[in-house]
């Protein structure tokens, strides 16, 4: 919980040092998101653990030397704020001044993560894609542990009615909000990432109210899972459309005959890519929780 | 025109400022947890509403003047669903208010000691 | 003006840290966390005003949604959580 | 039927309001956008008169007012306590009948008595009411029942 103050008071850090972006997805992932899960792991780590069977040793070791590094590391680069610095003389006066000419977005942050830095962020959805693979995979091998916990029942919504009333009227606004945060990433701040997590936490509290059984009957978990690799597909597919029409990888001014028009459709679709497997992860991570705190009600 | 659109803007921002402030030290003044919501409430809504009012007054018509009364609409809608189900929330899990009396409509309105 | 109904609300923020911190109950520290929610909203408008970007009023409204889902979430877990963990939480 | 146009309705407005772009292409985005989610929303069962409440549009303009004025009152009230103290406070737990005959209804007046700094609704049972409230006055001015009879003047 404090960790939710924490991230909302780094979100106005952020507002303070005037990255929008990087404000909202802090906004939407750390407040909510990470709480919850957090709330979850916890809850799970508290009840199943058992005695280590790895080395803690090695694994001390590997951290504390991979530290060393990256504060090695550290003490190489610049000062904050210094307007000598590589960042801040190579790529960067670039990306400010020509994007619009190039791109045709307006916003900033957009264009450089989605075109000049593709490859990046699709390495970025790669990872969510692959933690949501790792979080699958981890609860699916404990799920044959058997404890008892009586404690947990599916949301009863005949008791909350004021809550269900109000989440009924708040959720179609929130999911429509998400879309509207994923088609106007050009424009404002938004985009993918923020969407995805937008949309997810609209299913996560239909999840929270009406209960697992409900929600799963209207989001298919198959098809959640499916629709996250098809995200990191979506990505891809749009830098092999790229090459077969004569471009690099990821080179969006292929795609249309217009470069401007093409990087504007290439951004769109990576985007919607990145949106689709954001949500779709987070979804099923979340009721992959879910179901190990309530499934012993379903088994027996 | 435009100055009295201000003079009343800054009276907004002004009072719902104080407002908050009281509401936030009634957060740490009040006794209990149920007394403390109300506290709380203070700020969410003639707090946030007279600065969302003082804001709006300097936005001038446009897209700017309907986002700031959807997010007062969402902020007071959610608010209260959020004090509410904390304090049923606490009530469930055995927080029981101190109070002075209880009341009951069907009872005529009259206090009985609890 | 901004300036200083932004400050206002940075102190109101900091009293709801120490009710936070302070306790007693779980259910203390979940309002100050809200209260603490509702004044980010707020400060972002009046930040937006502040930079002359009216853009950080998107930011606004994600708060209020995701405030208000991670308190009914936070609300939910520890309703689930039962009886025993709140008090060795509070 | 009725509650999915009401739905896309509001959807559209809601975009429209945010969005500011009002190109062809962003305009498309908002078409698939809101039918998407009127599908999604249908799906999870979620549209029906509790969230669309198209039968009391037209009343509630009235009450609204008539509430601000009752927040604005309660809050200069339960203001003027913060700085006296905590002397000045009489918690109050009181049980009160809610009139309404629909969820809705209910929902909104427990929401109101919520909204009103000095009193909050604990639990809503039935059409039982339980309210915390800050002060005997606030507890008192709720017993008399001016705002379950408006609510329910709202719900027609």
Redesign the interface.
Known sequence: ??G??YS?LS??FF??L?A?DV??TE??VG??IS??LM??SL?LVNRYERKTRYKPLLALGVITITGALLIYGTLDMPHFGDPNAPAQQHVVPRYLNESMAEIGVPNVVTSVLASYRGYDTLGETLVIFTAGLGVMSLLLVSSRTKKESK???P?DMRQQII?RVVAKM?IPL?LI?ALY?QFHGDY???GGF?AGV?FA??V??YT??FGLGVSQRAFHPEVIILLTAFGVLMYAGVGVACMLLGGNFLDYNVLRHDPIHGQHLGILLVELGVGITVAAVMITIFYKFTWR?VKHKYHQ | MEILFDIV??IC??A???F??T???G??RFPE?FS??HA?SI??TL??GL??I??MF??GWG??LA??I??LL??LI??T???H??AK??L????QPQVVGTMDSETGGAPSKS | ??T??AL??L??MA??????FKGP???????????????????????G?L?G???????????????????????????????KN?EEEA | MLYVLALSTMLSAFWLV?SGHYTPLILSFMVVSVIFVAYLCHRMDVVDGESQPLNLTFSIPGYWLWLIKEVVVANIDVARRVWLGPKSISPMVINIKASQKTDLGMVIYANSITLTPGTVTLDLQGNRLKVHALTKEAAAGLITGEMDRRVSRVEG
């Open positions: 919980m404090l939710g103050i909302l979100a106005s507002i303070d005037d929008v404000a909202f906004a939407s407040a909510g709480t919850l709330l979850a809850k404690n947990l029942v949301a809550l708040m929130i909000f945060v404002g701040p938004g923020q937008i936490a609209g996560i509290l929270m109210l705190t | 803007s800054w921002l002004v719902g400022s104080f908050c402030l509401g936030g030290i957060l740490l947890f403390r919501i709380a700020t969410d707090g946030a600065i969302m003082g804001l300097q936005a897209l700017v986002k700031l959807l997010i969402f902020s959610a608010g669903t959020a004090s189900a904390m929330a606490a469930k899990s055995g927080l | 003006m901004f200083i109904t206002v609300i102190v109101v009293l709801a840290l120490v009710r936070a109950t779980l259910y203390d520290r979940i309002l100050a966390v809200n209260n603490f929610g509702t004044k980010t909203v707020l400060l972002v408008a009046v930040m005003f930079y970007r009216p853009e950080f009023l998107d930011i606004a409204i994600v708060y209020v949604l995701i405030n208000f889902i991670s308190v009914i979430g936070i609300l939910r877990f520890f309703e689930y959580a039962g009886k709140a | 945010n």
